[in-house]
């Protein structure tokens, strides 16, 4: 007979064979609301300046601030979903994230803006570090490829729609529709996952004992982090050899030194340093950075010449950029199956080949280039971050156990994010410094002013800074190939509360 649990329908998606895909549609709501709202509130900049009476470089703070939070909670997020369940803290994550929304959206003052906006970050760290470790979990190793594919659909989907959607609120509604719009489509993001998902026993990490949180190491972390991606964003303004950006350097590198030292000796360390004895991870995690670092100038830059260089519109330069979004959300799922099928290797190492034919393809760029040129340009790119990102992270993640992958997961993102932010300063400083010793003053806006000579100066500068992107693709495509294959982990399955309590959102 059946049980009132089994008839309800909830319960049902639980335990049907097309369960992932209930739970990644789930996933995909929130973590594509994440990637929309950050390029909204980037449309929104020029808007909350005026009515704060702010000048642009105060208010980019909202962006950078957002960042750095998101950037030093990874670790700590990722390693208290291997701690209290990933269900758990995707749901407090995204709590936190609702509420500092409607805080922002309701801010009289630049302060509380600000503050809403780097607390959101905590919560956005919380929905990053699980969002790929659950999608990861919740699709067999035989297709956690095609997953993890999907989720980069899902990301390049909410690039594309965050800045329309971003412009279309702000032009009609003003600046804190923004914030607003996101906070019914986070309250659904939080009920269907609550429903949905299903939890996990949090010992499982550690049987036979609970786990304790790293609070030293996840200080250590957090400064560390901090210090080198505030260097990182300042040293193209203050000079890499200033004092401030020295301090900054020193201090990041030293409190890394005792972070290091601290996890080698702690019992539950926040990054368990054994993992780097696997060739593929270290590897592939390197080689991820690597890309994203040279990636990073393709997305910073290619406005900046389309607009100043070229003297097109900012809508024209959005449309240029679409084709590289378009070209991930469509060829990341294939090359996750492929990788299914033949090997993560392989897909990420043509990947790697595409993009460094896509670098070079920049770096000959020129004051009369085409918008075909640059259209093929930017699809090249995203063809070839597609290939390479989804077998790369499916490369990292397999070659651990599952117990691991909260902070994995955290660390594969904290590759990203500190990457993007390091490849945008060393970009602007290759640019800047071109422009400086060409005679002309040596700052991107320098551009504006239709000097020819100062424009020539900048396409330049961009060619040296798209050679170094191909180089750094070139050093990832070598660390690729020499990876070796990941070797499949068991698809050991996680405790599970029964079919009422998971469709209720218990986590244990």
Known sequence: MATPSSLWPLARIVESPHYKWWA????????????????????????????????????????????????????????????????????IGFSIFVVSAFVGAT??????????????????????????AMIAEIFPSSERGKGLGLYMAVIGAGAITGPVAGGFLVSNFGWRAVFFAGIPVAI???????????????????????????????????????????????????GWTSPAILAGVITAATLLAAFLWWEARTVDPMLDLSLFKSRVFSLAIGARFISFLGGSAVFFLMPFYVIQGLGHS???????????????????????????RVGTRWPAVFGMSVSTMAMISFATLTTESSDSRIAMGMTLSGI???????????????????????????????ARTSANMSGVALATTVVTFHMAASGFEPSLSTVEGGDAGATLAFVEGMARAYTISACAMIVALTMTIFRGE????????AEQPGPASTASGDDE
Do not use: C
């Not at 299903?198 to 786990?211: D, F, I």
């Not at 990941?486 to 399955?493: G, I």
């Open 24 to 91: 990644y549609m789930a996933l995909a709501i929130g973590l594509s609301l994440t990637v929309m709202d950050q390029s909204g509130v980037n449309i929104a900049m020029p808007q909350i300046a005026d009515h704060f009476d702010a000048d642009i470089p105060t208010v980019q703070w909202l962006s950078l601030g957002y960042i750095l939070t998101t950037s030093a909670m990874l670790m700590p997020a990722g390693r208290l979903s291997d701690m209290i369940g990933r269900k758990r803290m995707y749901l």
């Open 107 to 132: 801010a009289q003052s630049w302060t509380v803006l600000l503050a809403s906006k780097l607390v959101q970050g905590i919560g956005s760290a919380g929905i990053q570090a699980n969002g790929m």
């Open 188 to 238: 659904i993001a939080i009920g269907t996952a609550a429903l949905v998902l299903k939890g996990r026993s949090p010992e499982q990490a550690k049987p036979g004992g609970k786990l304790s949180f790293d609070w030293l190491g996840a200080a250590l972390s957090s400064g560390a982090l901090v210090s080198f991606l505030l260097a990182m964003t300042n040293a193209w303004k203050m």
């Open 314 to 340: 900012a809508s024209h330069a959005a449309f240029l950029m679409i084709p590289g979004s378009i070209s991930m959300i469509v060829i990341g799922p294939l090359a996750g199956r492929l990788s299914d």
């Open 384 to 414: 070839g971050m597609a290939s390479f990102s989804s077998p790369n992270s499916s490369a990292i993640i397999g070659s651990l156990p599952r117990e691991k992958y909260g902070i994995v997961s955290a660390f594969v993102n904290l």
């Open 486 to 493: 990941v070797q499949a982990q068991p698809d050991r399955v």
